[in-house]
Nanobody
């Protein structure tokens, strides 16, 4: 089994900052990509940022210059530093990982349970 556990969501005022964390655990052989998606009320799930192993980070245009994704490979953990938050950033944020489980070369997608981020005064 593989689990992605997120933390760090909450309520923040416009212009504020939050840092999300997501730790992957279980029978993991190789993590190829870690990242974040979000889903606002009444909207579909959208990419926020991705961090491929050995590759370049990728951000949605709406968060470029405000959000920063980082990884700690030793801890199988991905972070999302979110600055200059505004109401449009309000959403449930989901951690994502593309990885191979121990004993197999096949790659699968995994998702966290989601963490709520609310930007409001």
């Amino acid at each position: 089994q593989v689990q992605l556990v997120e933390s760090g969501g909450g309520l923040v005022q416009p212009g504020g900052s939050l840092r999300l964390s997501c730790a992957a655990s279980g029978s993991i052989a190789t993590i190829y990509i870690m990242g974040w998606y979000r889903q606002a009320p009444g909207k579909g799930r959208e990419l926020v940022a991705l961090f491929p192993s050995g590759g370049s980070t990728n951000y949605a245009d709406s968060v470029k210059g405000r959000f920063t994704i980082s990884r700690d490979n030793a801890k199988n953990t991905v972070y999302l530093q979110m600055n200059s938050l505004n109401a449009e950033d309000t959403a449930v944020y989901y951690c994502y990982a593309n990885l191979a489980r121990t004993g197999t070369a096949s790659r699968y997608n995994y998702w966290g349970q989601g963490t709520q981020v609310t930007v409001s005064s």
